[in-house]
């Protein structure tokens, strides 16, 4: 995995665990044993295209997907996990940005929040972040 997309994957995840905190946030390749009656967020960061608006190899810009999972308890309604989803939504708004080393991550449309997925046994709002990275080398 290039460094760009590891360093962008590990900024983020820091990131959205500074939002939920103490709310436990699962990401991809660690073991996470969800809690039974609580609520938790399953993250996905996912590389989806690279653009190169310039001729030098100096700038690019790489796209990712952020994909965030609010899930709680079925017996507990939405409310909760609605509430989690409308904090990260405010959270990472148009216009966030985090610069780290040479990258900067920016948000550049609002995150869309989908409609609810009511599971056997866990309710689930699921929140899309478009998430653009200008890396500088």
Do not use: H
């Not at 148009?94 to 866990?122: C, H, Q, S, W």
């Amino acid at each position: 995995m290039p460094d760009t997309v590891l360093k962008t994957i590990l900024t983020l995840q820091k990131a959205i665990r500074d939002v939920v905190s103490p709310i436990p946030l699962a990401v991809e390749s660690v073991e996470f044993d969800p809690p039974d009656d609580a609520l938790y967020v399953r993250c996905q960061i996912i590389p989806t295209a690279v653009e190169d608006p310039v001729f030098g190899s100096k700038y690019r810009r790489e796209l990712y997907q952020v994909q965030l999972f609010i899930v709680g308890p079925i017996n507990q309604g939405v409310a909760a996990t609605m509430q989690t989803a409308g904090n990260l939504r405010s959270t990472f708004a148009r216009g966030y940005e985090i610069i780290k080393d040479n990258l900067r991550i920016r948000v550049f449309t609002t995150p869309n929040m989908g409609g609810n997925l009511i599971l056997d046994n866990a309710v689930v709002t699921p929140l899309v972040v478009p998430v653009t990275v200008e890396v500088y080398d």
